[in-house]
């Protein structure tokens, strides 16, 4: 039988890319890295697809690295491969930017609908200094969040969702079916919550349902299933308040 949004205790969101608009971030935060360089052949595609590569990359080979640090090797690695001269400043402040980047114009008004309706909780790929400075712009206190930092890994390594399973009962005594996991990404979070066997709601920000672009997402070459999908998270907070 089809589930229903009502049939749900709680909503686990990715933050970045979902809530917070991330592509717009890292495409502000490389702009002091092509203005050095005075360097034009650069485009906001082209760069998000190589970060989404090179950030994938080393999430897989330093798992228990903390989020900044992350974005710092990041940094030097686009530098590299578009032969770009960069600097350990420069490297150091892209990896500080997280608090610099924008929420979505409509996460803040969804999520204070939302949480009118379920338990709120953060399963994000930062770490927790960094989410800190987001929550700020979100507008909600979160029931719980996990980031990580806590794990010791990157989404979509198992790890991050075990931890999720594991903590939900303890902290908010709630179960795998209570849980609609809400995301745009397919790769970080559809993929892996579909191995969880959790209920998902796709928040397609990059339109990828209709032929959109990747962006700074991995692709993955087969779509997921999923049980609910909205172009934004007004929309998603509109359909929970439809009578």
């Not at 902290?171 to 892996?192: E, M, N, R």
């Amino acid at each position: 039988m089809a589930k229903e949004l009502t049939d749900f205790k709680v909503l686990t969101f990715d933050c970045y890319g979902t809530l917070i608009d991330w592509e717009s971030g890292i495409w502000d935060a490389l702009q002091p890295l092509l203005m050095e360089n005075a360097y034009d052949n650069v485009t906001r595609g082209l760069a998000l697809g190589a970060f989404a590569e090179e950030e994938g990359t080393q999430q897989r080979r330093t798992p228990d690295m903390l989020y900044p640090e992350v974005l710092k090797q990041v940094h030097g690695a686009l530098a590299r491969r578009f032969d770009l001269r960069s600097s350990t400043e420069l490297d150091a402040a892209f990896g500080a930017s997280v608090p610099h980047w924008p929420a979505f114009p409509d996460t803040a008004d969804a999520l204070r609908i939302l949480k009118k309706h379920y338990k709120l909780v953060i399963l994000s790929n930062v770490n927790r200094a960094g989410f800190a400075a987001s929550n700020r712009k979100l507008g909600v206190a979160f029931d719980a969040v996990y980031t990580a930092e806590d794990v010791g890994s990157y989404k979509p390594a198992p790890a991050n969702f075990d931890y999720l399973l594991k903590h939900l009962p303890e902290d908010l005594g709630l179960k795998a079916g209570d849980i609609l996991h809400t995301a745009q990404s397919l790769f970080h979070d559809h993929v892996p919550a579909s191995a969880f066997g959790l209920a998902k709601a796709w928040i397609d920000r990059q339109g990828l349902s209709q032929g959109g672009d990747w962006g700074a997402t991995a692709l993955v070459p087969e779509r997921p299933d999923v049980d609910f999908l909205f172009p934004t998270m007004a929309a998603m907070a509109e359909a929970v308040e439809k009578p």
